[in-house]
Structures are given as structure tokens and as C-alpha cells.
């Protein structure tokens, strides 16, 4: 099993819908977990930190299951401009990040 | 707050060359990292560092090095450049401790023929 596992998408959805993504990872002993939005070509940028059984922020809320070991991402009422790049990233220790491939969300109009 | 920096952003180089990709922040961050970003693979670390002096290697070390004098500078070096190092290399920093959300750089396009 990859340390972090996403699927690579894409997942093309219609304006206003709601997706969700999910991220699987291997190491039982993570305690935090983050989303980062990776636009074509440019550097990833933090969407959120996860480090309890979840979070909200306006439109998205990530949810962590520890039982099964993955975290998900639910973005609602999707706008064009959420159209990235989804990077799932789990630390191995306190200084090293693993990163998943990423999830492509294309948001349709 | 000019957050995190890099130059150059795009890169040619000959196989054998060297060069040293420059990254800068000014968060005062203990913490700083490489990354190289590769089409179909997740950002590989290549070397971090927690601290001015203090460096240690990463997933994918072979051909870099680093060196880190101030807070504020983590240059990454090239030794004798190869095709395989044709990648998107992104600086990133963060408070100590942790481990805590990362800050990137806006990464540098390099390419090896």
C-alpha cells in the first residue's frame, strides 16, 4: 500500500454541485493531515490542516476517519474557480511530508 | 511580507553543469525544505533543514546540496547536472516544531538536455 493514495481524477463536475475526495494513507501514528489547492503550474497553496476529526471552512469541510485511515475533502456548491489540483499530505515524523499524486477537479459551466 | 521567494524561475542547463537555485523567506521560519515536483509522482523531499546550520537529507538527496548559514537562505546546488533532474523544484518553509502547515515558493522550471 502507497504511504499516501488519491485518485487522480479528474473529476469533472457541473457548477454548484458538491464533490468529494478522498485520501488514504498508511501510517496509523499521523496525527495531522493536510489539503493544499495546486493551480496549473504554480505552487501549492494550503487550503486546510486537519489535525482532529475535522475541519470547516466556508464551502469545504474535511473529515478524518482514523478507524479507516483516509481523510476527505467535500467541496459544496463548486464554482469555476475551484477547478486545481487537490494535494492530500500526511508528515512521517515532525519534519517529513508525504505527499499524494493529487486529485484534478474540473468545474464545468 | 514578501512570504517565500525563488529565482531564477526557469532554468536550462547542460548535462554537467552546475547551478544553485536560490530560495529566501522572510517569515523567519526555522524550517525550510526542497521539493522536486515530477509529472505522475507526489513533491519528493530533497532536503529540509530546522535551522541556520542544520541540514539533513531527504527522500531524494543524490545530486543536491544544500547549506543553510542565515534564517533567512536555503540554496539548493546542482553538482553536475543530469537529464533525470528535469523537474519543478519548490522551496518551502515553516515555523519549528510542528509538524505544521508548509509555505511554498513559486518553484523553478529546470531542465537538463
Known amino acids: 500500500r502507497k504511504e499516501v493514495e488519491q485518485d487522480p481524477g479528474p473529476f469533472n463536475v457541473p457548477e454548484g454541485a458538491t464533490v468529494a475526495f478522498n485520501c488514504t494513507y498508511s501510517n496509523s501514528a499521523s496525527q495531522s493531515f493536510f489539503w493544499y489547492r495546486q493551480d496549473c503550474r504554480k505552487e501549492p497553496k494550503l487550503l486546510m490542516s486537519v489535525y482532529s476529526s475535522g475541519n470547516e471552512d466556508g464551502r469545504f469541510t474535511a473529515q478524518l476517519n482514523r478507524a479507516s485511515q483516509y481523510i476527505s475533502l467535500l467541496i459544496r456548491d463548486s464554482k469555476l474557480s475551484d477547478s486545481a489540483t487537490y494535494l492530500c499530505v500526511v508528515p512521517s515524523g515532525t519534519y517529513k511530508y508525504i505527499f499524494g499524486t493529487g486529485t484534478r477537479l474540473k468545474v464545468l459551466a | 511580507n514578501a512570504g517565500v521567494t525563488q529565482t531564477p524561475k526557469f532554468q536550462v542547463l547542460k548535462t554537467g553543469q552546475s547551478m544553485t537555485l536560490q530560495c529566501a523567506q522572510d517569515m523567519n521560519h526555522e524550517y525550510m525544505s526542497w521539493y522536486r515536483q515530477d509529472p505522475g509522482m507526489g513533491l519528493r523531499l530533497i532536503h529540509y533543514s530546522v535551522g541556520a546550520g542544520i541540514t539533513d537529507q531527504g527522500e531524494v538527496p543524490n545530486g543536491y546540496n544544500v547549506s543553510r548559514s542565515t534564517t533567512e537562505d536555503f540554496p539548493l546546488r546542482l553538482l553536475s547536472a543530469a537529464p533525470s533532474q528535469t523537474s519543478v523544484y519548490f522551496c518551502?518553509?515553516?515555523?519549528?516544531?510542528?509538524?505544521?502547515?508548509?509555505?511554498f515558493g513559486p518553484g523553478t522550471r529546470l531542465t537538463v538536455t
Open positions: 518551502a518553509s515553516r515555523v519549528a516544531g510542528g509538524p505544521y502547515e508548509q509555505y
